[in-house]
């Protein structure tokens, strides 16, 4: 369904590359960094009302059962136990596509049965173990592999695989046949958890009939939404809030049922209700990156690629999506023949979220380790071939040009800086004996060119202050400085004197911090707003000044005319508590035009084959993702979009007991997110040319693009230095050693 | 938590005297009684707090023998001038357990009666798991990339201490105070195996507790290390680690190799043991030690890399020796 | 639970009283309402007195001191320290992200030294002097080391930042002038999955007059 997004008023001028910016683009601490070193900025787990219950989630054991019959009465004869819902006594609450929280077949280990609110978290927990429940247990499957297998209990009636999305352009068969060198591996990645360090979790309180829900979230008005559907309240009854919030990384794309839960118990006893999920929970039922088999074939002929087939097969669980692994190898080279299948494969685990660059992360890895064993193949060094497929300034796939594409750039700054000319076949010499040393690289390809609708007002305070507002939030990566660098630039105040409203449905709509769309949605919106406050100071400072408009503009804090600076504050002495409003809307994008951000990382790691311990001692990543906003915090998100994606090659791995369906690494001791001491050196570079094309502020979206290609760099890499090629993702010491013993 | 009992005595007489009650359990730094406690995995009533008994967190030279007392932090240990100089293959395996905040709590004597690691058993609702009075090992046809290689029976739980690792290549013996009294025990005959008894891991009763670890002056000062492998550099449990010691100058006498995280106990690979006594530590012997380290390993489903990764920490740790 | 039994043989006035009159050191089991920490110099000031959280059970009433400041605080006995902390004395500043030991973000200092707050018992506080990020600032200013992560960018999602102050504390109270490498044994019990580390490292560095390493 196509869909609509209405704009007004005209958008203003993009900021040139050669404008000169004193706020935009110089590195800016938080402006909520002092709150969050003092430990005053509060996150949903603190929420404390008076008066408040807990609320705790009776979970399946069973990996696949039917619910036959739920007896609370244990229970809610406990002292302190205040409620119980079940599949049995609560009111049909639409979510996600299914009519109520607790399903008649419970479909993973994990999946909601009951919840119990209860004056403490200890009752609540207690009372959970004295509900029964009748279950009829029903055959399961947890494996991906063993999903596909036609063997396996349907857990579907059109069966466990279902197509995703098939594409195709040229004449893959023809090349095929054609081709000088032909390459084909089966490459899995495995399941990812996000693990934010603030679980899930929602506090909702009623008075009368307006709802207010503080919630751990990346979009507070996809939770407005979500219980709109639930309990069918008109959107003004509804407020969300999320003032900070400790990581989403895509789990927290919208409503949870412990949302539901907690607002359904809190409208039926008449209090405030928290249901926060524990790690384990977190880790069974709260999302996670889907774990992948993929086939790539490759061919090449006279020194080029020319033609892929990647089909792949994904771990969804039960989600009704799937996060296309193949989206890279569609758009990433212009190759002129490719085949890409994607499946769906239900399974009984817990679902899918969107994971920071959803099937990209996994698609990437498998493409750019097809086109090294390709190169290697052709006897060509893979980023010299890479380059022969990446300077076309048209997306192969929409034929459309890109409004800007610096990806050449990128393999030319991360060749220089890792020292690409000493990578040779077969690896280098480690650092002791016995050691090998590997270079490897990988390419990026992801949106974020943002979107609208988005909304902000800024109101100029009569001492010449500004408060910003507008309905997005900040998930970690420094929203809320952008907005006030963005607003200060154009308003021509301090950034200090910015304070920025956000986290709240009461503002005015942005969209879900999700999918690199941040900053290229929002900025250029309260851009807007804030040069309407602008031009509105301006007439009024053109009245009250007596000097004509066109003379006037706004500079550090005071309107200035030829000689003459008065501060604003001085503008607005005799106008009492005269606000300006400034308004500003997001405007289209550009048509016929594909906006995308490209990058490159390149990595240098040493093996130890005695072990089977991976080392990464530098990755180098290069982002072509237009102007820089805040140079610090764009390195965060690369360190940590780095990061991440080390933990996805070397380390982090949900492990799940097949016979019982159970999840074994739901803790952060068997689940292994990446410790300090796991980190390389990492050096960040940006292409920095402001996109004019794309949106006003010319900056693009870089969530994504950082996770992305480190982990093929780091499987080409490894597949370097040792002679062998792992095509299992993480690269733990157990694949290697596998690996290896296999290999000799 | 569920409810229980907290008593801090300030003798080991009143401590034995309070764990010999039904469910008691004895609390040093907390870090894995805590979890047990809070995911329910073993009944506790009581908890006897030893915290509160002086004198029992020396580190000290008593007369040639190093003695440590089981309220001896970790992380006290890890940076003990004394330790690194005389026994330095315990300071090393103290230093690698967990996390410094966990270093900072964790005690000796806790470290070497903690319970195992095992995912299953870990798992709050395996209630049917063997080490929780149950009669099934999910391990055997499950995810057995954790379990061990040596000596399983009914249940491949592993020992997960790094400092049990490191003191039985250093021959220690563990001090035990009981209701009859003390008694000293020594390393190599503290952990049992589940075909003693698949309900502990070590020789401890109930209401028995480590009072004291002694490393006898025969290995101590002679060089010895130890080595962790696992998948980050910190937080992790060990997925093998080698304590090794070796007494003798030029020519070998005594080698101890102690492999961790293989097997139920601390297991000695006595064949390669055997091997290096009387010969020097040159290249070809150390890899045809780090061979027979191996000898008699049999792999589950998923742990088979765990033979390369005791070939290959072995040939690590006597070529650290050799470097002495 | 609560314990009828004891619930019945002590009133709240019953358990007033015998705070402060018993002293650490008996032998016997410590139930329910008994002081277990060390009677307080008579100089000590005042305490700030803490009633028990709503919904408490078995509560023991105890003094400890956070932040300076001394509290006589009546501790549900299955509560952890972070418990204690968060929902009793309000400081929510110390976050819980495992609950099992495993992430860092509930660090405090216990006499000085990093402690998991969720892996320890509230009433094994008793007389302890316990520091969380809340006591960092001194009338509203930033530290050298609030003020270096604040400016190097050290806290993105923030909810491991108040364990990574702590754990750095402890380390520059010990050693003036850590190393690089120093600075990340230091900090590799706590996680960030932002993941900031690299920003964090350099603050700690910056924090103790040192430049960080490009």
């Known amino acids: 369904m196509e869909q609509l997004a209405l704009v007004q008023g005209d958008d203003a001028e993009a900021w040139a590359a050669d404008a000169v910016l004193t706020i935009v683009g110089r590195p800016q601490r938080r402006v909520e960094g002092a709150a969050k070193v003092t430990g005053r900025a509060r996150y949903t787990h603190d929420i404390r009302l008076p008066g408040t219950l807990h609320a705790r989630i009776l979970r399946s054991p069973h990996p696949r059962a039917r619910v036959r019959h739920v007896d609370a009465s244990r229970a809610l004869a406990l002292a302190g136990v205040r409620g119980v819902l079940h599949r049995f006594n609560t009111p049909k609450t639409a979510f996600r596509g299914e009519e109520t929280i607790f399903r008649e077949e419970v479909r993973f280990v994990g999946d909601e049965v009951a919840a119990v609110a209860a004056d403490t978290e200890a009752i609540a927990e207690a009372a959970l173990s004295l509900i029964v429940v009748d279950y009829e247990v029903l055959p399961h499957v947890v494996d991906l592999e063993e999903a596909i297998d036609a063997a396996s209990p349907r857990i579907d009636e059109k069966g466990n695989v279902l197509d995703a999305d098939r594409y195709e352009r040229g004449d893959v068969r023809k090349e095929f046949a054609a081709a000088d060198v032909v390459v084909e591996g089966t490459y899995r990645t495995s399941t990812q958890l996000h693990n934010s360090l603030e679980t899930h979790g929602a506090v909702a309180v009623w008075d009368g009939d307006q709802l207010t829900v503080y919630e751990s979230t990346q979009h507070v008005f996809g939770v407005r939404e979500g219980l709109r559907n639930a309990l069918h309240l008109p959107l003004a009854n509804i407020r969300v809030l999320c003032d900070h919030m400790g990581g989403g990384f895509g ?3 919208g409503i949870g049922k412990y949302t539901i839960v907690a607002a359904l118990f809190a409208r039926e006893i008449g209090a405030p209700v928290r249901c926060v999920l524990d790690r384990h929970e977190e880790n069974v039922a709260a999302g996670n990156r889907s774990a992948t088999l993929q086939r790539v074939r490759a061919a090449g002929k006279d020194g080029r690629i020319t033609a892929i087939a990647h089909e792949s097969w994904s771990n969804v669980g039960q989600a009704r999506w799937v996060a296309d692994p193949t989206g890279p190898t569609k758009g990433l080279y212009d190759v002129p023949n490719v085949l890409a299948h994607a499946h769906r494969v239900l399974t009984n685990t817990g679902s899918l979220a969107a994971f920071r660059a959803p099937g990209y992360v996994e698609g990437t890895f498998a493409l750019e380790s097809a086109i090294d064993e390709l190169a290697d193949g052709m006897g060509v060094d893979p980023l010299a071939l890479r380059r022969r497929h990446a300077g076309s300034q048209v997306d192969p796939v929409s034929k459309m040009r890109y409004s800007l594409k610096r990806l050449v750039d990128c393999y030319d700054i991360g060749a220089e800086e890792i020292g690409w000319s000493r990578r040779a076949r077969g690896g280098l010499r480690g650092s002791a004996p016995g050691l090998r040393r590997g270079l490897g690289m990988a390419s990026q390809l992801w949106s974020g060119g943002g979107t609208p609708p988005a909304y902000a007002t800024v109101h100029l305070n009569p001492d010449g202050t500004a408060v910003v507002r507008i309905g997005t939030q900040d998930i970690g990566t420094g929203t809320r400085t952008v907005i006030a660098q963005v607003c200060a630039e154009e308003l021509g105040i301090d950034v200090r004197g910015v304070r920025v409203e956000i986290g709240d449905t009461d503002a005015p709509y942005a969209p879900i911090s ?28 053109s009245g009250v000044l007596e000097v004509g408009r066109a003379e006037l503009r706004v500079e550090g804090g005071a309107v200035v005319s030829r000689g003459a600076r008065t501060p604003i504050a001085k503008v607005f002495e005799d106008l009492e508590n005269y606000t300006v409003i400034g ?19 390149f990595a240098e790691v040493e093996v130890d084959p005695a072990t089977g311990m991976v080392v990464v001692e530098r990755v180098v990543a290069v982002h072509d993702v237009g102007r820089i ?18 933990g996805f090659a070397l380390s982090e791995e949900r492990v799940v007991d097949k016979p019982t369906g159970r999840v074994l690494t739901s803790g952060l001791e068997t689940y292994k997110v990446p410790t300090v001491r796991d980190v390389p050196r990492i050096v960040v570079r940006f292409v920095d040319v402001p996109d004019t094309v794309a949106n006003n502020v010319g900056a693009k979206g870089l969530g994504e693009p950082p996770i992305i290609p480190a982990a093929a760099a780091v499987a080409n890499a490894v597949a370097n230095g040792l002679g062998v090629r792992i095509r299992h993702l993480p690269l733990t010491p157990r694949r290697v050693l596998d690996a290896l013993a296999a290999a000799s | 938590m569920k409810s229980f009992e907290y008593t801090r005595p300030t003798s080991v007489q009143e401590a034995v005297q309070l764990l010999s009650a039904q469910n008691a359990r004895a609390l040093g730094g907390g870090t894995d009684l805590l979890g047990i406690m809070k995911d329910a995995l073993l009944p506790t009533d009581r908890v006897v707090d030893l915290k509160g008994i002086q004198g029992l967190d020396h580190i000290k030279d008593d007369a040639g023998t190093l003695a440590i007392g089981a309220l001896a932090r970790l992380g006290d240990i890890a940076s003990s001038s004394l330790v690194s100089q005389k026994a330095p293959a315990l300071a090393q395996a103290a230093g690698l357990v967990a996390s410094p905040q966990i270093r900072n709590m964790g005690t000796l004597g806790g470290n070497l009666a903690q319970k195992v690691r095992c995912w299953y058993f870990r798992d709050a609702d395996r209630t049917d798991c063997y080490k929780r009075n ?22 491949f739980a592993v020992h997960p201490s790094d400092t049990a690792t490191a003191l039985s290549a250093l021959d220690a013996s563990v001090v035990v105070a009981g209701p009859k009294g003390q008694r000293t025990v020594p390393i190599a005959s503290f952990f049992v195996g589940p075909d003693t008894d698949y309900l502990r891991e070590t020789v401890l009763a109930p209401d028995e507790i480590i009072t004291e670890v002694r490393v006898p002056p025969g290995a101590l000062g002679a060089p010895s290390v130890f080595l962790k492998a696992a998948p980050r550099r910190s937080i992790d449990f060990a997925r093998t680690s080698v304590g090794a010691q070796v007494v003798g100058t030029n020519v070998i006498q005594t080698a101890r190799i102690a492999l961790g995280a293989v097997a139920p106990t601390p297991h000695r690979a006595t064949k390669a043991e055997a091997f290096l006594e009387g010969k020097s530590l040159a290249a070809d012997t150390i890899a045809q030690a780090a061979e027979l380290a191996a000898d008699g390993a049999k792999p589950l489903a998923s742990n088979a890399y765990k033979v390369p990764l005791i070939k290959g920490l072995v040939r690590q740790a006597l070529t650290a020796l050799a470097a002495r | 639970m609560s314990d009828p039994q004891s619930t019945k043989r002590f009133s709240r006035r019953a358990f007033l009283k015998v705070a402060g009159v018993t002293s650490a050191g008996t032998a016997a089991a410590v139930s329910c309402t008994t002081a277990v920490g060390p009677t307080p110099p008579p100089a000590t000031p005042k305490a700030v007195r803490v009633g028990p959280p ?28 972070a418990e204690m902390l968060r929902d009793q004395l309000r400081l929510t500043g110390t976050k819980v992200g495992c609950d099992r030991g495993e992430c860092g973000s509930c660090t405090v200092l216990v006499d000085g030294k990093p402690t998991l707050s969720c892996m320890t018992l ?35 999602c923030g909810f491991c930042t108040s364990g990574m102050l702590m754990s750095a504390t402890a380390l520059l109270t010990a050693n003036a002038k850590p190393t690089e490498d120093d600075v990340r044994h230091a900090l590799s019990g706590n996680l960030c999955r932002c993941t ?19």
Request: aromatic share 6%; charged share 20%.
């Open chain 1, 251 to 253: 789990s927290k794309g």
């Open chain 3, 196 to 214: 900031g580390y690299k920003k964090i490292v350099e603050a700690v560095l910056v924090a103790s007059g040192q430049t960080p390493a490009a």
């Open chain 1, 629 to 646: 906003v805040d140079p610090l915090t764009a390195r965060s998100q690369v360190e940590g979009g780095v990061i991440q994606a080390l």
């Open chain 3, 122 to 156: 509230a009433q094994e506080m008793a007389g302890r002097k316990i520091a969380t990020v809340e006591g960092l600032a001194t009338h509203g200013r930033l530290n050298d080391l609030q003020q270096a992560f604040w400016d190097r960018g050290a806290a993105q």
């Open chain 3, 54 to 81: 709503a919904g408490a059970g078995k509560t023991v009433l105890m003094q400890l001191t956070v932040n300076g400041t001394l509290f006589e605080a009546a501790v549900d006995t299955r509560w952890t320290l």
């Open chain 2, 134 to 155: 149950g009669s099934y090992c999910y391990a055997v046809l499950g995810a057995s990339d954790l379990h061990a290689v040596f000596g399983g029976a009914a249940c």
């Open chain 1, 514 to 541: 999700a999918g690199s769309l941040t900053v290229a949605s929002i900025t250029p919106a309260v851009r807007l707003a804030a040069k309407d406050a602008r031009e509105q100071l301006l007439d009024v400072a």
């Open chain 1, 583 to 601: 308004k500003g809307s997001r405007m289209p994008n550009p048509d016929d035009i594909v906006l995308k951000t490209f990058g490159a990382h």
